[in-house]
T-cell receptor, first 111, second 108 residues
Framework: NAGVTQTPKFQVLKTGQSMTLQCAQDMNHNSMYWYRQDPGMGLRLIYYSASEGTTDKGEVPNGYNVSRLNKREFSLRLESAAPSQTSVYFC??????????FGSGTRLTVV | QKEVEQDPGPLSVPEGAIVSLNCTYSNSAFQYFMWYRQYSRKGPELLMY????GNKEDGRFTAQVDKSSKYISLFIRDSQPSDSATYLC????????FGAGTTVTVRA
């Protein structure tokens, strides 16, 4: 029972490089989310997808793009990484507005 | 002002003590209230969920919601070293908003 799987677990990028964070869930959840977690800031919503085919901006969307590839997969892309994007990124999914299931996170460092 | 305010701590207690955690919020549209537990280098996991004002118990954990005061609490009775983690409150109108998290250490 995998739940939410995120890849990669760790990544170091140089400023200006691009990368895609992958997320997949096997719980048949409609909604998926990308959060970033920074010390003292808690979890901040970057983008979310309420259902397959839809995506919406969250609290901190600048510098990111997302793709809801199908019901299972929701990817987050950094087109031109900046040091301010150094963070831990979490993907989550839910059946409704509660009971989010989180992945184990991607630790990203931009140098 | 953030929608959800949570004292970041850290909080250190001896084993067996009662741990008390609190959050306040400003958005009266919040309907669902949750507590998540996050161990170091792991993702948050849902610990408690409640919809209405009042108390909800689950083993050693009690969640309280006071909508009139816009205040929620989590109590951990007979705390154990395995309870050492960061606890995040979360609230939802149509999507979740999180507190910053309180780091708790239970000393053996």
């Amino acid at each position: 029972n995998a739940g939410v799987t995120q890849t990669p677990k760790f990544q170091v990028l140089k400023t200006g490089q691009s990368m895609t964070l992958q997320c997949a869930q096997d719980m048949n959840h409609n909604s998926m989310y990308w959060y970033r977690q920074d010390p003292g800031m808690g979890l901040r919503l970057i983008y979310y997808s309420a259902s397959e085919g839809t995506t919406d901006k969250g609290e901190v969307p600048n510098g990111y793009n997302v793709s809801r590839l199908n019901k299972r997969e929701f990817s987050l892309r950094l087109e031109s990484a900046a040091p301010s994007q150094t963070s831990v990124y979490f993907c989550a999914s839910s059946r409704a507005d509660y009971g989010y299931t989180f992945g184990s996170g991607t630790r990203l460092t931009v140098v | 002002q953030k929608e959800v305010e949570q004292d970041p701590g850290p909080l250190s207690v001896p084993e067996g003590a009662i741990v008390s955690l609190n959050c306040t919020y400003s958005n009266s549209a919040f309907q669902y209230f949750m507590w998540y537990r996050q161990y170091s280098r792991k993702g948050p996991e849902l610990l408690m969920y409640t919809y209405s004002s009042g108390n909800k118990e689950d083993g050693r954990f009690t969640a309280q919601v006071d909508k009139s005061s816009k205040y929620i609490s989590l109590f951990i009775r007979d705390s154990q070293p395995s309870d050492s983690a960061t606890y995040l409150c979360a609230m939802s109108d149509y999507k979740l908003s999180f507190g910053a998290g309180t780091t708790v250490t239970v000393r053996a």
